[in-house]
C-alpha cells in the first residue's frame, strides 16, 4: 500500500482559509511598478526630428511622416508615426532620444479590434 | 447482361480491397505523430514508428519554430540584437541575453563595471530558477500531475514581479541585459522584494517534497542514459549531471563573477528521468544561494559603461572572432561571432543546448520506450523547442 503523506492535507486546508491570489480585476488590479513598458507617450513639442528613433528601433515600427494638413503650417518637418503593432516595447526609442519627447507609459491596455486605433500619428497632444 | 457482369466485377474489386484493409487493421505496426500541435509537446514533433505499445524508432522533426535568429542578427546594431536576443528562448531571455552581451564585450574590448557584472549573475540566476520552475510544471503536467503544474507557474509568477520592477517587462526583458553592462539600474526596494520571493521558492521546494507517489513510479527508471551515451550524444548541463558527469561551465570556465561565489554542482549518477527532476530541484537551491551571496555584496557604482548608456547608431565592432560559452538553464549556450569592422556583426552562430537534447539524445531515448512514457522522456531533458529552432 502506498504510504501517503499528509503535508499536502495541511497545505490544502491552509489554502481554503488564506486570502487568494487573484484580484477582482475591473474593481482592483495590482500597481504596476515604475518603469514599466507600456504604450508610448509622444509630445511633438519637444520633439526635434532628429529621427533617431526611427532607426534605432529593432522592428521599424517608426516612420517618419509629415503632419497632417490642418497642423503642417505649424509642424513643418517630419515626426515619428509609432505603429504598435509592429512594436516590441523595447524602449530604445525613450533611451535614445535627446529630448524626452517620448517616454513609455504604465498603459498596457492596447488589445483592439480596430486595426487603425493601432497606429498612433503625431499630433499635439490636448488638440486630438 | 453485361450491366450484371460488371456489378460483379464491381464486387469483387471492394471484396479485393476490404480483405486488404484488414489485412492492414491487424498489422500492428503503425506511426504516430507526437506534436506540433499536441498540448503536451511545445512546437515541436516527433514522429513515432509504433509496435502495439512500443516504440521501434523516433525520429524529431523540427523547424516549426525557426525564426532565423542567425541571419537577422547580421542586420542589426548589437543593441538592438541584445533586444532579439531575448527571443531565442522564451522560457529564459535573460541568460540569451547574457550570452549574447559578453559576446559582444569582448569584441569591443569593453571593461563591464563590478556593479554591472553582480547584476547580471544575478539576473541570471533569477532567470535559472525561473527556468527550473517552468521545466517542473511541464513535467509534471506531462506526467497529468496537474498539481505540481499549478504550483509551479503559481510560484515562478513571484520571479516574473521582480522582472517587471527591474526590467518593466514581465517575460520579455528587451535586452536589460546590453553591451556594456546593464540597460537600467536594479530600484532600491528590489533587494528585499527578491529576498521575500527566495523565501516563497524555499516553500515551493518543501512542497514538492510532498510529490505525487505516482509521479515518482512514473518516472523512476524512465529513460536511463548512461554516462557514456550522454557523452556520445552531446548532452550538456542538468542531462549531463544527472548521468554522472560533474560539470558546469560556471565552474570549468568562469565567466563574470562565478569564480568569487560559493555554490556546488549537484550531481546524480542514475541517469534516469527522476534523476534529472531532482537535479533541477538542487540547482534551484544552488541559485538561491548565489542570488543570496550576490545580494550581500553588491557593490556601488556604474551600472553600464559610461560610453553605453546612450544607444549609438554609429558604434563600430572591431575586427575579429570570439566564441562565449555560458552555462545557461538547459546547459552549455554558445555564441561564436565574427566581425568585420562594420556595425553589424558579420556572422553570428548560436548554439543551444537543446538542439542536441531534443534530436540525438531524444530519438535515443525513446526508442524501446513505451508510448506512455514519452512525456516522462520528453519533459525530462529540460527542452526548449524555441531555442532549437531559432
Known amino acids: ?124 497632444k490636448n488638440e486630438v | 447482361m453485361s450491366e450484371r457482369n460488371s456489378t460483379i466485377k464491381i464486387m469483387r474489386g471492394s471484396l479485393g480491397t476490404m480483405i486488404n484493409q484488414i489485412e492492414e487493421l491487424t498489422d500492428s505496426e503503425y506511426d504516430l505523430y507526437f506534436g506540433p500541435a499536441h498540448p503536451g509537446s511545445g512546437n515541436f514533433s516527433v514522429k513515432l514508428k509504433v509496435d502495439g505499445e512500443k516504440i521501434i524508432s523516433a525520429r524529431a522533426d523540427p523547424g516549426y519554430l525557426h525564426r532565423g535568429f542567425e541571419k537577422l542578427m547580421e542586420y542589426r546594431l548589437p543593441i538592438q540584437n541584445a533586444v532579439l536576443s ?40 533569477l532567470s535559472r530558477i525561473q527556468s527550473h520552475i517552468i521545466w517542473y510544471g511541464v513535467f509534471s503536467i506531462g506526467l497529468g500531475f496537474d498539481t505540481g503544474f499549478k504550483m509551479a507557474f503559481g510560484y515562478r509568477d513571484y520571479i516574473l514581479d521582480i522582472f517587471e520592477l527591474i526590467t518593466g517587462g514581465r517575460v520579455y526583458p528587451a535586452g536589460y541585459i546590453c553591451p556594456g553592462g546593464v540597460r537600467r539600474d536594479i530600484p532600491k526596494s528590489a533587494q528585499d522584494k527578491i529576498l521575500k520571493v527566495l523565501d516563497k521558492i524555499n516553500e515551493m521546494i518543501k512542497l514538492e517534497k510532498l510529490e505525487n507517489p505516482s509521479l515518482r513510479s512514473r518516472t523512476e527508471g524512465v529513460g536511463v542514459l548512461s554516462i557514456n551515451d550522454a557523452i556520445r550524444l552531446g548532452a550538456t548541463g542538468p542531462v549531463l549531471r544527472a548521468s554522472g558527469m560533474q560539470t558546469d ?138 531555442d532549437m529552432d531559432r
Not at chain 1, 515619428?80 to 524626452?100: A, V, Y
Not at chain 2, 569584441?107 to 549573475?121: F, H, N, Q, T
Open chain 2, 86 to 125: 531575448d527571443r531565442i528562448c522564451i522560457l529564459e531571455p535573460l541568460n540569451w541575453n547574457l550570452v549574447h552581451a559578453e559576446a559582444v564585450d569582448e569584441l569591443m574590448g569593453i571593461e563591464v563595471p563590478s556593479r554591472a557584472k553582480y547584476i547580471r549573475v544575478l539576473m541570471a540566476e
Open chain 2, 249 to 386: 561551465v560556471r565552474k570549468d570556465d568562469p565567466y563574470e563573477i562565478y569564480d568569487e561565489l560559493d555554490f556546488e554542482i549537484p550531481v546524480r549518477k542514475e541517469g534516469d528521468a527522476y534523476a534529472r527532476y531532482l537535479i533541477g530541484i538542487e540547482e534551484i537551491k544552488e541559485s538561491i544561494k548565489i542570488i543570496k551571496q550576490v545580494l550581500s555584496r553588491l557593490p556601488d557604482g556604474d551600472f553600464i559603461d559610461p560610453s553605453f548608456k546612450k544607444p549609438k547608431l554609429s558604434a563600430k565592432i572591431p575586427q575579429g572572432e570570439v566564441y562565449i560559452r555560458n552555462e545557461i538553464a538547459r546547459g552549455e549556450a554558445g555564441v561564436y561571432m565574427v566581425s568585420n569592422g562594420g556595425n553589424t556583426p558579420y556572422r553570428c552562430k548560436i548554439r543551444g543546448p537543446s538542439f542536441l537534447h531534443m534530436i540525438p539524445v531524444l530519438e535515443y531515448l525513446l526508442k524501446g520506450a513505451q508510448i506512455a512514457d514519452v512525456p516522462a522522456i520528453y519533459w525530462s531533458l529540460n527542452i526548449c523547442p524555441a
Open chain 1, 1 to 124: 500500500m502506498i504510504k501517503m503523506k499528509i503535508g499536502i492535507l495541511i497545505q490544502l486546508l491552509k489554502n481554503l482559509f488564506s486570502k487568494s491570489m487573484t484580484v477582482k480585476f475591473p474593481h482592483e488590479s495590482i500597481p504596476i511598478p515604475d518603469g514599466y513598458r507600456g504604450e508610448h507617450d509622444y509630445d511633438i513639442n519637444k520633439c526635434i526630428s532628429c529621427g533617431l528613433c526611427a532607426k534605432i528601433c529593432p522592428n521599424r515600427a517608426i516612420e517618419m511622416v509629415e503632419a497632417s494638413e490642418e497642423y503642417r503650417e505649424q509642424y513643418q518637418k517630419t515626426y515619428p508615426k509609432i505603429d504598435l503593432g509592429k512594436c516590441c516595447f523595447c524602449r530604445l526609442c525613450e533611451d535614445i532620444c535627446p529630448k524626452e519627447a517620448i517616454k513609455l507609459t504604465k498603459n498596457f491596455f492596447l488589445s483592439t479590434f480596430d486595426p487603425s486605433t493601432v497606429i498612433k500619428y503625431p499630433m499635439p
